[in-house]
């Protein structure tokens, strides 16, 4: 039960070990399928993979964004970015060797 005087309960712990772990998580699976789908549309058209990349990102992103603000699905968000991040400059490093 709260004090008398307490207006709210004081905020919860953030639990950044299981957060952390669900980011990275995250950021490996989503790093894959991009890696993946950028790869093999890359061996079909090069301008292709770049503009199917933008789309799918630019679709997924407004909804996950919103998101972000939610205790449990922001690890997932921020891992997605990461991973979407991730996949890109492994394309790019992939593409200039």
């Known amino acids: 039960m709260l004090p008398p005087h307490a207006s709210h ?3 919860a712990a953030t ?3 299981t957060g952390l772990l669900v980011a990275g998580f995250a950021a490996a699976v989503v790093a894959v399928a991009v890696i993946a789908f950028g ?3 890359a061996r079909i ?3 292709l993979a ?3 990349e933008l789309v799918v990102v630019a679709g997924v992103a407004p ?3 919103r998101l972000r603000r ?3 699905w922001r690890w997932l968000v921020y891992g997605a970015a990461a991973g979407v991040l991730a996949g890109w400059i ?3 490093v992939g593409a200039a060797a």
């Open 63 to 65: 909804s996950a964004w």
């Open 9 to 11: 309960p004081p905020p």
């Open 90 to 92: 492994a394309l790019l």
């Open 70 to 72: 939610t205790p449990v």
């Open 45 to 47: 058209n090069a301008v």
């Open 50 to 52: 770049v503009f199917l």
């Open 39 to 41: 790869s093999q549309l």
């Open 15 to 17: 639990p950044w070990f």
